[in-house]
């Protein structure tokens, strides 16, 4: 299997961000969402009642009602840390003139507060973004169109957009709504994984919490 990957493409939360599995729910816990508000709009999704846009729509409503503001988020997401060599990993393949993409149903505010310098390491970032009045309060947000089974949506249109085959794509991930991005990525690691799915699509299972180690499977 060749390792000429033109393109490679990171999960956020659990891959390159750890201690956390779901943004959505560190939120919920940290804020004190009830379990079954928190529940409604993931079934509502899942069932076909709600488009995504809608879910994500509904998280904020959720935040705003539990008194979430910019500041406290930012707060929250400080305590946050990347992976161990997230940063010289991300560099390593940026040096090898690779283009870096995160694909994520994160939100912008939490990958912007650990590494606040994002824009200038990855080619393209799908990720769901907040937007704050002047006194923080969260107003609305604008949805990544690629999240769960769209990740695999979000791959093919990268492949297309850089000229280059799903074979030359690679993709890292850690839990379920990475399956369907790993199964169309001419190559996938599983790492750091919590999803006996995702280890059984994937090319390679990483069970170490170095991102670092990626780096031999896909440069």
């Not at 161990?84 to 003139?97: G, H, V």
């Not at 085959?165 to 990475?178: M, Q, V």
Request: proline share 1%.
């Amino acid at each position: 299997m060749s390792n000429n990957y033109k393109v490679i493409i990171f999960d956020l939360d659990g891959t390159l961000i750890t201690g956390i599995q779901y943004i959505y729910s560190h939120l919920w816990d940290y804020f004190g969402v009830s379990a079954e508000a928190r529940k409604k709009p993931v079934i509502d999704f899942m069932n076909h009642r709600i488009t995504y846009e809608e879910w994500v729509a509904e998280d904020v409503r959720l935040l705003n009602e539990a008194g979430a503001t910019k500041g406290s988020l930012i707060e929250v997401f400080g305590e946050l840390k990347l992976i161990d060599n997230a940063l010289e990993t991300i560099q390593t393949i940026k040096a090898a003139e690779k283009k870096l993409v995160i694909i994520s149903g994160s939100i912008e505010l939490a990958l912007k507060t650990v590494i606040p310098n994002y824009e200038e390491l990855f080619d393209d970032v799908f990720i769901n973004r907040y937007f704050f009045d002047a006194a923080g309060a969260i107003t609305h947000a604008r949805a990544t169109p690629y999240d769960m089974e769209h990740k695999a949506t979000g791959v093919i249109d990268m492949a297309k957009k850089h000229g280059c085959t799903l074979d030359e794509i690679a993709f890292i991930g850690d839990s379920d709504n990475d399956i369907h991005a790993a199964a169309v990525a001419g190559f996938s690691i599983a790492f750091n994984c919590k999803s006996e799915r995702l280890r059984e699509v994937s090319d390679i299972v990483i069970k170490s919490d170095c991102v670092k180690e990626v780096l031999k499977h896909i440069l």
